[in-house]
């Protein structure tokens, strides 16, 4: 059973909170950040999956509405730029578009699903494929109207045992001892050691705790680090865990090509570039990666 029990806030977060005077504005579709040159709009991409059909559909909806170009995030996920609206909100024929993509499989969750995944994961390396796992957590996500009223900057971060991700602050998250086991993260701690097969509903568990804890209001917590006291047991760290293993290379790697791309910038026609390959993964560093399946189809 996972409680909330609450201490006192370190001096940092405490002035930090304090300082706060409305709710996390991370943007979405349904709610852009209104920008210099028009609204922003960010599509959250589940562990960076991508197909390449949703992104030539993008790409043609960033021609017709926006800037042209499709931006990298540092959470793998995707933006576009320079969109057109009214009052703060897209024109519905912008959300249309969008939504013909595939990449906003749920209006009322879209702002949660930020769910960071080892990019390889499955395809070479690593301890255990978490592709099933992340597709679990946010399924459950999605399925729970509470969590709904997650903050935008709740992360979940799975690090499927190679390291890439294991310096990676995070909300909750886990890490692969080995095929069939993981050790939950909690905030800056550690949890509990369990089976994979229970992974994705700790972690939505932990979520609701969250949830549940940080009440309401403008100076809410966006963060675990940032409750009063801690949302779950913590212990030590398992001695599986692995090293920080630093970030993708770009060129060959295995298990396929990790396209960097300079600023986070997917122009046009690097773009087309990309779009042939049935399957993608986008990074956290600024990059794309083509599994080799993929590569061998061409």
């Known amino acids: 059973m996972i409680s909330a029990r609450f201490g006192?806030?370190?001096?940092?977060?405490?002035?930090?909170?304090a300082g706060r005077s409305r709710p996390d504005r991370c943007p979405g579709v349904l709610r852009p950040w209104p920008a210099d040159d028009g609204l922003l709009v960010r599509l959250r991409l589940v562990g960076?999956?991508?197909p390449g059909a949703s992104l030539s559909r993008l790409l043609q909806v960033s021609a017709e509405f926006a800037d042209g170009s499709v931006y990298l995030t540092g959470r793998a996920n995707l933006q576009l730029r320079g969109l057109p609206g009214r009052d703060g909100r897209l024109d519905p024929a912008v959300v249309a578009a969008i939504e013909s993509t595939g990449l906003l499989p749920s209006r009322s969750h879209e702002l949660v699903r930020n769910i960071l995944v080892s990019p390889q994961t499955g395809y070479a390396g690593g301890r255990a494929d978490l592709r099933p796992v992340a597709a679990q957590l946010d399924a459950l996500l999605c399925g729970d109207a509470g969590l709904a009223g997650l903050p935008g900057r709740f992360l979940f971060v799975l690090d499927d045992g190679r390291g890439d991700l294991i310096d990676r602050r995070s909300d909750a998250g886990l890490v692969a001892l080995g095929d069939a086991r993981v050790q939950l993260r909690i905030g800056d701690g550690w949890g509990a050691v369990?089976?994979?097969?229970d992974a994705a509903a700790r972690l939505a568990e932990l979520a609701g705790a969250f949830q549940a804890a940080r009440g309401d209001g403008p100076q809410a917590p966006w963060h675990v680090r940032e409750l009063p006291g801690p949302l779950a047991p913590t212990v030590p760290t398992d001695p599986r865990v692995p090293a920080p293993s630093g970030p993708l290379p770009c060129g060959s790697v295995p298990g396929g090509t990790h396209?960097?791309?300079?600023?986070?910038?997917?122009t046009p026609d690097h773009g087309r570039s990309l779009v042939e390959h049935t399957e993608l993964v986008v990074t956290p560093w600024q990059g794309v990666f083509i599994p080799q399946a993929q590569e061998a189809d061409r």
């Open 8 to 17: 006192s806030l370190s001096g940092d977060f405490r002035a930090e909170i």
């Open 48 to 50: 960076g999956r991508l």
């Open 259 to 266: 396209v960097c791309v300079p600023d986070g910038v997917l």
């Open 194 to 197: 369990i089976g994979l097969g």
